[in-house]
């Protein structure tokens, strides 16, 4: 018998050391009542936030995700990523496998190796379902308020702004809502589970003690500005020592990525939303260093129109096509910028000549549809927006501009059905609700009425519990 003892021993350590284990499903709500806790924490999250769905982002924050996610065990639900327009140095993971990166952390980064460690960090905590035993133990919350006060804690117990805020005193006190923040132990669990994996996938763990340094850095530099990341992930200079520690002993990785996609991203996260000057001197400083990069033309093209220098933009952008003629983002933005201007002609002719390099991107169909207006083309117009919204239901402003197409043409049933449905996804349910009930009154295809009819319902019951709030 100590001949088996002895072989299951050195088996139990050869799993444990050589890092092949995989760690216990944790305890929790069920993954049903998890994934059903995750829609309220979205709404809440999406209430309060913008949440970015410009593809440049939304594509390579996913692909990032999945590469990472493919290191990972089998995982109980399907995992979504991501980026939230703010400038806090903040990343969370929801119930049920929602991971949120600011746009503020991208822009503070310079490599994908810094994301990726994030994201792995997470990603672990989603699996380890750290939040789902949180909340199992809160057995007097419901589930609505549990919602309400994990995004509270999650987006930084008030470090993340008046909505943070709004979001914890709509709930429960900041002392109810601390139960669920991370524990230093949880901290420690994810990282080990996150730095193994992330490895896997083909990334150095120095990426996240290079993010963590930053963030360490800026809270010192400006101590009443703690970064919301430090504040929903406690301990940070005894988590930097075990990672360094940790790199030290486990760490083998050969790292090979591709760096283009996120200096992508992130130039068009600064142009587009960082500091107005800022990015301007940035990218004029790229510019300087090193005139053959496309991006530094592209991101100083973006702040250009940003500013209403559309003639400018326009030359920086074409410079950044000399360089890299086939990317489709700068064309797109091309058209964008001319389109912007009032050069509608030139609007068209580049955003046509894309139908080759990017028949389904959601954004050249929606200035297209744009520009079609401006001119007059309104069956095209009708079209291209269409389309939009077929391959990209989330563009909300294409249901406006679908409307008003459809108006110009007298089709109003069709006119007011599309303004409906704009104003309901923007909330302006007084609009919603006078569009949908002349759209219904007009409607003759029956499976739109159907639509109608429950978007109505949905109106006045939205309506209803805000008249009710207001009452108390």
């Known amino acids: 018998m100590k001949i088996y003892k002895r072989i299951f021993l050195f088996c139990t350590l050869l799993v444990v050391f050589t890092g092949i284990f995989v760690p216990p ?30 593809l440049i982002v939304v594509n390579y924050i996913n692909d990032l995700g999945q590469k990472i996610l493919s290191a990972f065990p089998s995982q109980p639900f399907k995992y979504h990523f ?98 669920l923040a991370y524990s230093r132990d949880n901290e420690a669990e994810a990282d080990q589970v996150g730095l193994e994996y992330l490895n896997r996938a083909g990334y150095s763990a120095k990426g996240l003690l290079v993010v963590m ?9 400006d101590s009443s500005v703690i970064p919301t990341y430090m504040r929903t992930h406690p301990a940070p200079e005894e988590r930097m020592v075990n990672i360094d520690t940790w790199i030290a002993k486990h760490e ?51 702040s250009l129109a940003r500013k209403g220098n559309y003639d400018d933009a326009i030359d920086q952008m074409k410079k950044a096509l000399e360089i890299n003629a ?20 030139e609007a068209l002719n ?19 549809g744009r520009t079609q207006m401006k001119m007059g083309k309104y ?25 008003v197409s459809y108006g110009k043409l007298d089709k109003l049933s069709y006119a007011h059905y599309y303004l409906g449905i704009y104003n309901k996804r923007i ?26 009819e429950k978007m109505l319902g949905e109106v006045h019951l939205k309506r209803a519990q805000l008249r009710k709030g207001s009452r108390h």
């Open 25 to 54: 499903v944790a305890e929790g709500i069920s993954i049903k009542k998890e994934e059903e806790l995750s829609r309220e924490f979205l709404s809440v999250v999406f209430r309060y936030y913008k949440v970015i769905d410009a």
């Open 82 to 179: 991501y980026v939230i327009k703010d400038d806090s140095l903040n990343a969370f993971a929801s119930p049920a496998g929602h991971i949120f990166v600011n746009s503020g952390l991208i822009q503070a980064m310079e490599s994908e190796e810094e994301l990726a460690g994030v994201i792995s960090h997470e990603i672990a905590h989603a699996s380890l379902r750290h939040l789902s035993r949180k909340i199992e133990r809160s057995k007097k919350t419901n589930k609505l308020t549990l919602a309400g006060m994990a995004a509270g804690v999650l987006l930084g117990l008030g470090g993340a702004g008046d909505a943070a805020g709004a979001v914890i005193m709509g709930s429960a006190a900041a002392g109810q809502a601390s139960a």
């Open 213 to 221: 340094k930053k963030m360490r850095g800026k809270e010192w530099f």
């Open 252 to 302: 083998q990785v050969q790292t090979n990525f591709d760096p283009y996609p996120f200096q992508r991203t992130r130039t068009w996260l600064v142009a587009s939303y960082g500091d107005k000057q800022a990015a301007l001197t940035q990218f004029q400083a790229d510019i300087t260093r090193n005139r053959k990069n496309s991006l530094a033309h592209f991101g100083y093209s973006l």
């Open 326 to 345: 086939f990317e489709p983002y700068f064309i797109i933005d091309l058209g964008r910028i001319y389109f912007l201007a009032g050069r509608y002609p």
């Open 350 to 368: 580049i955003l046509v000549s894309l139908e080759s390099l990017a028949p389904k991107h959601p954004r050249r169909l929606y200035y297209l």
């Open 379 to 403: 069956h095209d117009a009708i079209d291209a927006f269409e389309k939009t919204i077929r391959l990209y239901p989330k563009y909300t402003s294409a249901y406006q501009y679908l409307g």
């Open 427 to 452: 909330a302006n349910l007084k609009n919603a609700d006078f569009h949908l009930q002349r759209a219904l009154a007009m409607m003759n295809d029956p499976g739109k009425r159907d639509e109608i």
